[in-house]
């Protein structure tokens, strides 16, 4: 039997003309999938950016789209994967922050998509030996850290990247340009297989899609995305390797290159990162620690805890919600405060006036929210 709730998610994603930021928007203000698609006219229209022509497309489509969606759910179990939309718990916290990321995911196997430690490796197709030793060496030294190893499942880097990390027995999860049932290359299907026991397939892309070109790009913000950090082993100046590169950076996520050989074409885009200040190189897995303070992190998990800044019985669950983003990014307008921590804007101010009675928050201008103490 076909979960309701799902249902209606699902459909909200099949609507003509819906994007993922409007999605997002429409959930913010109705507060779940059914009741956008539930909600009058004249109710959506009331939302800021909504006009006639979106609010009439919603509900002229609604019905179809409903069909469409039972369809999907019932492939998605006949095949076992999973339907993560941006609301669900294991829907990848690291996406959510990022404006552009799917609002649905289709995932197979038994990959932990929150793991603590998630590390991109991505690079050119036309890898030397050199990339695949170094790749080789850098999944190795990720063993003790348990981190999890996210690439594309292409030809050359990636699927070292992908190889080496079952072998250390590390989760891998290969983000794919094409729908859940189509692997690309099928050169590559055994290793998508074990992989399905040990970490995961990934896509955005619907039942019977094929990988064509523009997929990829796409593809490589959402490896940018479920990275704390990407790192670039071998490509060409105008390569996906690259493309990859500059999106994580445009997500304020650490960018890491390998050196490479001045002559070889294939480091002519590692070196230029470099030399470009836009990544930091990569010699061993101590440049990444310490990148990424995973050595204070331990050093502090290894220490008893001290007593939390917020103490949880004096807030609900919302205000945490709220109260850990801002202790993080210090202040963020309030749609970002709704998309973030997926509290529906009718609901998030009432919360945030309860914070500000509790002296916890302060407004500023311009609907911009900052902690206080």
Known sequence: MVDQQNLYKVALTLLPNTGAITIRHLISYCGSAKDVLEAPKGK?????????????????????????????LKLAEEQHVRMLFFTDADYPSRLKTIADAPVLLYLQGNANLNARRSISIVGTRNATDYGRLVTERIVDELKPYG???????????????HRAALQAGLQTVGVMASGPDIIYPAAHRKYAERMLTQGGLLTENRFGTKP????????????AGLADCTIVVEGAIKGGALITADIAHGYDREVMAVPGNITSAVSEGTNYLIKSLKAVPYTSVQDLVELLNWDLQDKAAAVPSASPIFDSSEFNAEELKILQLLQQSQEELMDNLSWKTQIPISQLSSVLLGLEFKGMVRQMPGKRFMLVR
């Open 44 to 72: 959506l229209m009331k939302i800021p950016g909504i006009g006639e022509k979106t609010a009439a497309g919603i509900l002229g489509a609604s019905s179809e789209a409903l069909r469409q969606a039972e369809h999907l």
């Open 147 to 161: 981190a999890t190893v996210v690439s594309g499942l292409a030809y050359g880097i990636d699927i070292f990247a």
């Open 212 to 223: 064509d070109a523009p997929r990829f790009p796409a593809r490589n913000r959402i490896i």
